[in-house]
């Protein structure tokens, strides 16, 4: 298995921009897709982005696509999540994963999907 450390979270008003990172130990980053979720209070961990080991294709939520932007960086054993356009919506712990299902990433969306997971870091978009 991978470990996974998220970081960048924060507050932002609405309409501001956000980058969160994931930092993966092991050797074998690259191996893997990577994903993105959020939880926020009272509701179950919901999918954002997902980008396979390769850097392509990608797959976004419906809430998120055209606003978010989730790229990796196999050298540094990182993935980023770029958030522009933040809504109050937007607000969650955010989640990092790992998968190693030999499927497109466009079909992992759930989480029974990624079998390693961050800490996660808190998203705050005030009104």
């Known amino acids: 298995q991978v470990q996974l450390v998220e970081s960048g979270g924060g507050l932002v008003q609405a309409g501001g921009s956000l980058r969160l990172s994931c930092a993966a130990s092991?050797?074998?980053?690259?191996?893997?897709?990577m994903g993105w979720f959020r939880q926020a209070p009272g509701k179950e961990r919901e999918f954002v982005a997902a980008?396979?080991?390769?850097?392509?294709?990608?797959n976004y939520a419906d809430s998120v696509k055209g606003r978010f932007t989730i790229f990796r960086d196999n050298t540094k054993n990182t993935v980023y999540l770029q958030m522009n356009s933040l809504k109050p919506e937007d607000t969650a712990v955010y989640y990092c994963?790992?998968?190693?299902?030999?499927?497109?990433?466009?079909?992992?969306?759930?989480?029974?999907?990624?079998?390693?997971w961050g800490q996660g870091t808190q998203v705050t978009v005030s009104s």
């Open positions: 994963a790992a998968s190693s299902v030999a499927s497109s990433v466009r079909y992992l969306t759930q989480t029974a999907d990624f079998g390693s």
């Open positions: 092991g050797r074998t980053f690259s191996s893997y897709h």
């Open positions: 980008i396979s080991w390769s850097g392509s294709p990608t």
